[in-house]
């Protein structure tokens, strides 16, 4: 897509609606030139992420492309691009199997685009969030500081500007940014716990790693593996799983520090009899409302609070009125025991 000259609007119904169905429009910002006032539509648009150029054999967060069309825009207010990418020099497929060396913000545009992949792959909640996302990739870009030819507008320190608007995009800060941290207190001995956030990473042996040497072995069941339920890390137990609870022994009291991203809409899948799960949630909720998804399909909850040790299990009856259990909430970072009289899905709220 592109109008030389800017200007043309004939692309706005368009983009509103891949925008309402949570497809994020990247535009190239076009290669009309160093002049001011140079930007291809819709690379104009002020709803649009607008990707300039930057030379990458200059150290990052490189130089402006010399080609790359440069802001202010005739029909909407603000500073355009949006950000800048790689786009000189490079290595790209051609027509005809083969690959070469191209220059120019068709070259960046791809950058950019993968980096909202980035975004989404990591931060799953972020998915179809197009305002939000591309407000992450602006904030977290590099400002070219001091970098001008033509002054075209802007604040030419921090950004933004109308020659590379917020900066150069930085991957590495973009994806941290929507991370999460989820700290869980892990007393000496076994504790049972279960991951609040989609972990990063998934690998276990990762997701423990502030734990250090001191959380030394991990437990896992499976009620659907009849002939193998429990799992061991180290061992057969490799990957993290924000619906599975664990038995996590410590060898002294140690804060476990988790990072992620909120669960999206999770599911777990309980066998009768009983399960060991995650609460995947970030919020305390009453063990009714946490379950209400598998009401009359569950007859007793179990936890284990490690920091009580003159009392540690606490139960839910479904037979007992509230007044008479010692369980009456489910806890984000807590593993619980649920026994469930018929297959059902669990769903767990954010």
Not at 35 to 46: E, K, N, R, T, V
Not at 106 to 134: D, K, N
Request: aromatic fraction near 10%.
């Amino acid at each position: 897509w592109g109008y030389q000259g800017g200007g043309v609007t004939i692309f706005r119904d368009e983009i509103a609606a891949l925008h309402a169905a949570g497809i994020l429009v990247e535009v190239s910002a076009g290669n009309g030139g160093f002049l001011c006032g140079s930007l291809y539509s819709p690379g104009d648009y002020a709803e649009v992420l607008t990707t300039g150029s930057v030379d990458h054999s200059v150290a990052y967060p490189g130089s402006t492309g010399w080609g790359s069309s440069r802001g202010p825009s005739i029909l909407d207010a603000g500073y355009f691009p949006d950000v800048m990418a790689p786009g000189e020099s490079i290595r790209s497929s051609l027509p005809g199997g083969a690959y070469g060396y191209k220059g120019g913000t068709s070259m960046a545009g791809p950058h950019a685009t993968g980096l909202v992949g980035l975004i989404w792959s990591a931060c799953p909640y972020l998915r179809g969030q197009v305002e939000e996302t591309m407000q992450i990739i602006q904030e977290t870009a590099t400002p070219l500081s001091g970098y001008t030819i033509f002054n075209c507008g802007g604040d030419f320190v921090t950004g933004p500007n109308n020659e590379w608007g917020h900066g150069t995009i930085n991957a590495q800060a973009a994806v941290e940014a929507c991370l999460q941290s989820h700290e869980i207190s892990l007393s000496t001995g076994w504790n049972l716990v279960s991951w609040p956030l989609v972990p990063v990473p998934a690998e276990l042996t990762g997701a423990l790693s502030t734990c250090g040497s001191t959380c030394d072995v991990a437990w896992a069941y499976d009620a659907w593996d009849d002939a193998d339920p429990w799992k061991q890390w180290p061992g057969d137990l490799a990957q993290a799983d924000e619906t599975m609870g664990l038995w996590l022994h410590a060898t002294e009291p140690v804060t476990l520090t988790l990072t992620g991203s909120p669960p999206v809409s999770p599911t777990i899948q309980l066998r009768t009899g009983w399960n060991l799960v995650g609460y995947p949630s970030q919020t305390t909720r009453p063990v009714n409302e946490a379950l209400a998804s598998i009401d009359g399909c569950y007859t007793r909850v179990q936890t284990f609070d490690a920091s009580d040790p003159g009392a540690p299990w606490n139960g839910y009856s479904t037979s007992l009125p509230l007044y008479a259990n010692d369980l009456v909430a489910l806890h984000p970072g807590r593993g619980y025991w649920i026994y469930a009289t018929a297959p059902c899905t669990l769903s767990i709220a954010p």
